[in-house]
């Protein structure tokens, strides 16, 4: 994939479908320390070790509508290509962690892309569904949980609305052009 949000697009809908009430995602990402790390963890279904073993292999997914499943591979990949590491913990009937570790200036780095936008259309089209995103940079972080966000708005206000996500479109904007010292990443 050109760029990583679209992985993080496609682990988060595995999530989706593996039943999850509850999709974190976090990116951790420093300049000075040459790293990004991206961390999708959800409370879905889970898998068993054979499972988890199977998941990288572009010939196995679960899904119907196709025979092989690209995305955990390419994003293994990506991270690996760049001499990072890549890992996936599950348990069954408690969730999955996927932790992809890449080197910033390695000449194989994927570009991040618009973690923003993913985030923001996972949260449109999966309106019932909670998500924890949090971004880290050496300038800062900042957190955006649609639970609290519940909270605030209420029950009868449905995240998927213009004005909400309007709303998290600009606070997203905001906060990350905050933790990029100013700058737009």
């Not at 992985?7 to 039943?19: F, G, H, L, Y």
């Not at 790390?37 to 070790?49: A, E, F, L, P, Q």
């Not at 991270?79 to 000449?107: C, M, P, R, W």
């Not at 639970?147 to 600009?170: A, F, S, Y």
Request: charged share 25%; with cysteine; proline share 4%.
């Amino acid at each position: 994939m050109r760029e990583l949000s679209l992985n993080v697009m496609d682990v988060a809908q595995n999530c989706i479908t593996a039943k999850a009430n509850v999709v974190t995602i976090e990116v951790i990402e420093s300049d000075k320390k040459d790293f990004l790390d991206i961390y999708v963890k959800d409370d879905g279904c889970g898998m068993t070790k054979e499972q988890v073993e199977s998941v990288i292999d572009p010939f196995f997914t679960t899904r119907k509508t196709r025979k092989v499943g690209l995305g955990v591979p390419l994003f293994k990949m990506a991270a690996e290509q760049t001499g990072g590491t890549f890992s996936i913990d599950s348990t069954v009937n408690v969730g999955t962690t996927l932790y992809a570790h890449f080197i910033k200036s390695s000449v194989d780095m994927t570009p991040l892309g618009d973690i923003n936008s993913t985030v923001k259309i996972l949260i449109q089209c999966n309106p019932d569904i909670d998500f924890l995103f949090s971004y880290t940079t050496d300038h800062g972080s900042f957190t955006l949980d649609t639970k609290e966000l519940r909270g605030i708005l209420g029950e009868d206000v449905p995240l998927n609305t213009p004005d909400v996500l309007e709303w998290i479109d600009g606070f997203l904007e905001e906060q990350t052009n905050n933790i990029h010292g100013g700058a737009t990443p």
